[in-house]
């Protein structure tokens, strides 16, 4: 686990670590520093602090688990997965690098069922971890399986009303064909993050393909198209959305 310890001079010791100059540092002050700059998404300076450690304690699970992290946001992802295996090795008992192995099988096409198998293991070692609820509940809706039910049902109080998860559930409804329960879902995340481009979406595409709705579904995309702006990250589905408003208008 990561000790996330309030500690003052982290910038300072991480300037020192990344001038050549953190020998006579501590491994906790080095780990202290990486925390700091991975709270602030500095996945660099992370990589680069969590080197210098690992040459201090090559074992240190922590350490390698934070490494991979960092590595990840560089897109770096073989690097990743090649120290997170090694974290697991070292110790299968720690969440972290249980759920950092999940989280990225889980971001390779076709490794879905591996990607449950490690999140399986760290819910094991915390079992109310809503983010490996959320995430075992996600891959069970990809592979179609009924635990996602079971992992939304898992969820804290206060975790089951987020959106993403009022959405998942809104989708493993629809499948079934229950879509009395699923258009409830659906309203509840959209009611939840009313500027959610996400939550646009799926209304729209639940009245456009389960309820053929158009009238709701053309209002739902437009909304959809507008929340979501400039946004390169739905540049691709705005283009969809537009073409099938053009189609339900004809």
């Known amino acids: 686990m990561f000790r996330l310890f309030k500690y003052t001079l982290c910038a300072g010791i991480a300037a020192i670590i990344l001038a050549g100059c953190g020998d006579s540092l501590t491994p906790q002050e080095k780990l202290n520093a990486a925390v700091d700059a ?12 969590c080197g210098s450690l690992l040459e201090q304690q090559p074992a240190c699970v922590d350490a390698i688990t934070l490494k991979a992290v960092a590595l990840a946001r560089l897109n770096r992802y073989p690097e990743a ?6 974290a697991v090795e070292l110790d299968p008992a720690s969440f972290p690098a249980q759920y950092m192995a ?7 096409s076709g490794r ?15 079992p109310t971890d809503p983010n490996t609820l959320m995430m075992l509940a996600a891959l069970g809706g990809k592979l179609n399986d009924d635990t996602t039910s079971l992992y939304l049902d898992m969820l804290p109080p206060a975790d089951k009303t987020r959106p993403e ?3 998942l559930r809104g989708v493993y409804f629809a499948l079934r064909n229950s879509n009395d329960i699923a258009l409830r ?4 995340a959209y009611q939840t993050a009313p500027k ?16 053929g709705d158009r009238s709701n579904a053309i ?15 739905y540049a691709s589905t705005k283009t969809l959305a537009e073409g099938r408003i053009n189609t339900l208008r004809r």
């Open 102 to 108: 999940g989280w990225l099988a889980a971001k390779e």
């Open 81 to 86: 997965v090649s120290e997170i295996r090694r």
């Open 112 to 126: 879905e069922a591996q990607a449950m198998d490690r999140l399986t293991v760290a819910l094991r070692l915390q």
């Open 38 to 49: 991975a709270q602030n998404n500095r996945w660099d300076e992370v990589n680069e602090i």
């Open 196 to 211: 959610s481009p996400d939550a646009a979406l799926n209304l729209a595409r639940f009245y456009d393909y389960y309820m």
């Open 219 to 233: 209002a739902k995309y437009q909304e959809f198209i507008a929340l979501a702006g400039d946004s390169p990250k």
């Open 185 to 188: 879902a659906f309203l509840d």
């Open 165 to 167: 998860a009022l959405n």
